[in-house]
């Protein structure tokens, strides 16, 4: 259940539950069924939310969580 907001219409926060702490954020700009195009976002397994500057220049991009 991940929830998300828009702040100053240049911050996408990210939440969600602390049963997930430990799991990674994953983005992805290229294509949802691209599997080697998935990155760990660095530090969220730390923490159970995230705050993330938006690239208008991306038109398309992806988040997930990864159990690790």
Same mark, same amino acid.
């Given at each position: ?12 926060? +990210?939440? =969600?539950?602390?049963?997930? #702490?430990? =799991?990674? @954020? ?5 294509? +949802?069924?691209?599997?080697?195009? =998935?990155?760990?976002? #660095? ?6 939310? #995230?705050?993330?500057? @938006? ?9 997930? @969580?990864?159990?690790?």
């Amino acid at each position: 259940n991940i929830q998300f907001s828009v702040s100053g219409g240049k911050t996408l926060n +990210l939440t =969600w539950p602390g049963s997930y #702490l430990g =799991w990674f @954020m994953q983005s992805n700009s290229v294509s +949802l069924i691209s599997a080697s195009d =998935w990155h760990d976002i #660095l530090g969220s397994d730390n923490v159970t939310n #995230l705050a993330i500057p @938006m690239d208008t220049s991306k038109t398309n991009v992806f988040f997930r @969580m990864r159990k690790p």
